[in-house]
């Protein structure tokens, strides 16, 4: 359910470029650099991510976001809150003490990390990122922040792919999601 008309949702979808068999054959690739290059919707979208906390009552205490895109929109989302932001890395990039979790890709295993002290026994947490698609990443950001003894409020994206199950592998954790597309 959105909180936004549809005259809004669908300026914003003109912000989003479809690539057509990339990167392989079958796959219709939703591009927002459109939408990077541009300040008045970068500044729109982290108002309609503030609009969705405040609907949803959201108080977090932090933002948490994966690279690389969650850095993008984490951050200008936690300045807007007032609050900080958690970086959620690839093995290597973090220079303290780290936790790790490995986790299922469609081909293959990936491993994020989050320093060690980065959250407090507690903390109310939103992970935010660009794309929801399968939920893995996600998942994984979550399952970090649990081991910290964080509680995730929500989730928040900017393109959902409906129909890879991800709501499913999140649930029952709220999923906010801008804009919707068939995977």
């Not at 690739?29 to 290059?37: G, K, M, S, V």
């Not at 649990?146 to 994206?157: A, H, K, W």
């Given at each position: 359910?959105?909180?936004f008309?549809?005259?809004?949702?669908?300026?914003?979808?003109?912000?989003?470029?479809?690539i057509?068999?990339?990167?392989?054959?079958?796959?219709?690739?939703r591009?927002?650099?459109?939408?990077?290059?541009?300040?008045?919707?970068?500044?729109k979208v982290?108002?309609?991510?503030?609009?969705?906390?405040?609907?949803?009552?959201?108080?977090?205490?932090?933002i948490?976001?994966?690279?690389?895109?969650?850095?993008?929109?984490?951050?200008?989302?936690?300045?807007?809150?007032?609050?900080?932001?958690?970086?959620?890395?690839?093995?290597?990039?973090?220079?303290?003490?780290?936790?790790?979790?490995?986790?299922?890709?469609?081909?293959g295993?990936?491993?994020?990390?989050?320093?060690?002290?980065?959250?407090?026994?507690?903390?109310?947490?939103?992970?935010?990122?660009?794309?929801?698609?399968?939920?893995?990443?996600?998942?994984?950001?979550?399952?970090?922040?649990q081991?910290?003894?964080?509680?995730?409020?929500?989730?928040?994206?900017?393109?959902e792919?409906?129909?890879?199950?991800?709501?499913?592998?999140?649930?029952?954790?709220?999923?906010?999601?801008?804009?919707?597309?068939?995977?």
């Amino acid at each position: 359910m959105t909180i936004f008309d549809e005259v809004t949702i669908k300026n914003l979808q003109q912000q989003i470029r479809t690539i057509p068999d990339f990167p392989i054959e079958g796959i219709m690739f939703r591009d927002i650099t459109p939408l990077l290059n541009s300040g008045e919707y970068l500044n729109k979208v982290t108002e309609m991510f503030v609009q969705i906390c405040n609907h949803n009552d959201w108080k977090p205490d932090y933002i948490v976001g994966p690279e690389a895109r969650g850095f993008i929109f984490g951050p200008m989302l936690a300045a807007k809150l007032g609050i900080g932001f958690i970086p959620v890395r690839k093995p290597g990039k973090l220079p303290s003490s780290t936790i790790k979790i490995e986790y299922s890709l469609e081909y293959g295993t990936n491993v994020l990390e989050m320093h060690d002290d980065a959250i407090s026994i507690g903390s109310k947490l939103i992970i935010i990122d660009d794309l929801l698609a399968t939920g893995g990443t996600v998942d994984a950001c979550v399952k970090l922040c649990q081991q910290q003894g964080g509680e995730v409020i929500g989730t928040l994206f900017v393109i959902e792919l409906e129909g890879l199950g991800a709501r499913d592998k999140l649930h029952p954790i709220p999923c906010e999601s801008l804009l919707l597309y068939s995977a």
